[in-house]
């Protein structure tokens, strides 16, 4: 997944970007509300962990706003107040959850798992894919009953590729989803988590096809 940290606290949000990269996920910070709007114009993201009190203004605003262009990103308040009035308000705004600093990283894991899968539309992320079962949450692939560990970039890559079998996506499109802003790569990288996936996805039914100078998309025979 890649999300947006909207954080000005600079501790918090060093240990809420090394907790979620541990786990895989790519993570841009913002630390005021004009950078996370730079951001979000420019990339698509699958969650945005929004604080509150913002140097530049109030994450309520850019919330509001957002969801006023019928954005519907799935967002993640982080707030200090614990008044149920204050609670309220954000997810009138249009908030899928909240979590009340300070918080336990793992909560904060089990929110972002819990929001994602119900943006999914179910109570899980399982996706049966021919003779291909993936499960992205929990990180498995089964190939004709044959358990495959990933690499977190090769999981993430298959989750894009398998969340829309037969969509083509560019290379750049790619290294924009797999890469965080303060990482330099080139899009030969793609090349490569490409090949890891088509070895561990060879003799079943689902392959990564190259459309030459276009990108890849992923097919189901």
């Known amino acids: 997944m890649r999300f947006l940290l909207v954080e000005d606290n600079r501790d918090l949000a060093a240990a809420v970007l090394d907790r979620l990269r541990l ?8 630390g005021d509300v004009a950078a996370a709007e730079a951001f979000f114009a420019t990339t698509d993201y699958d969650l945005i962990l929004l604080d509150i009190m913002l140097p530049d203004g109030d994450g309520r605003t850019f919330l509001a706003q957002h969801r006023a262009r019928q954005d519907d990103t799935p967002v993640i308040v982080l707030t200090a107040r614990s008044e149920v009035s204050d609670r309220v308000g954000v997810l009138d705004l249009g908030a899928d959850d909240y979590i009340t600093k300070p918080f ?16 999914g539309g179910g109570a899980h992320n399982v996706r049966q894919l021919g003779d291909v079962t993936f499960d992205a949450l929990a990180g498995s ?24 079998p037969g969509v083509l996506f560019s290379k750049a499109k790619l290294v924009d989803r797999l890469f965080s802003y303060d990482e330099e790569v080139s899009e030969n990288a793609i090349e490569v988590y490409v090949g890891r ?23 189901v025979a």
């Open 141 to 164: 692939l089964q190939v004709g009953g044959r358990s495959i560990a990933l690499r977190n970039r090769e999981l993430r890559l298959l989750e894009i590729l398998a969340g829309a």
């Open 197 to 219: 996936l088509r070895k561990h996805l060879a003799g079943s039914q689902v392959s990564i096809a190259t459309v030459r100078g276009l990108g890849y998309r992923l097919e």
């Open 104 to 119: 336990d990283f793992a909560e904060l894991e089990a929110r972002c798992r819990a929001v994602i899968r119900r943006r």
């Open 23 to 30: 786990d895989g996920h790519v993570v841009d910070l913002a």
